[in-house]
């Protein structure tokens, strides 16, 4: 079993809709010795960077859906999703609603197809 290295790795999507053609993924570091939500992990990203958008002030019950966010390819509940220090983990916005910037998404507007 891997050794915990204290860290947790991230390959974050960053979009500001008033420069588009700059999208893309940014690397963050977390320390951390324990496990931590991606609903926790984000909130330590937009301590590192206050540029980065993500939505923080919700239910952390798995109930009212406002964390839906993509991780490591599938979309999940931030809240109830548990990162392990060590791991590497992608977090992009939700598949199935418009990015309004970085990982935030308007669930007013679905996304066609
Ligand atoms: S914060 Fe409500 S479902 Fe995750």
Redesign the pocket.
């Known amino acids: 079993m891997e050794q915990a290295s204290g860290k947790i790795h991230i390959k974050a999507y960053r979009f500001d809709p008033a420069n588009p053609d700059q999208a893309g993924f940014q690397s963050y570091t977390v320390p951390t010795a324990e496990p931590l939500s991606v609903?926790a992990l984000m909130a330590e990203i937009h301590a590192l960077d206050e540029t980065f958008a993500c939505r923080t002030s919700?239910?952390?019950?798995?109930?009212?859906?406002?964390?839906l966010v993509r991780v490591n390819g599938r979309d999940a509940?931030?809240?109830?999703t548990m990162v392990q220090p060590g791991e590497t983990v992608t977090l992009e916005p939700h598949s199935k609603y418009r990015v309004v910037r970085d990982l935030v998404v308007d669930f007013s507007q679905p996304q066609e197809g």
């Not at 919700?58 to 964390?67: D, I, L, M």
């Not at 509940?77 to 109830?80: N, R």
Request: glycine share 20%; hydrophobic share 25%.
């Open positions: 609903m919700t239910c952390f019950k798995g109930q009212c859906g406002s964390c509940l931030g809240c109830v």
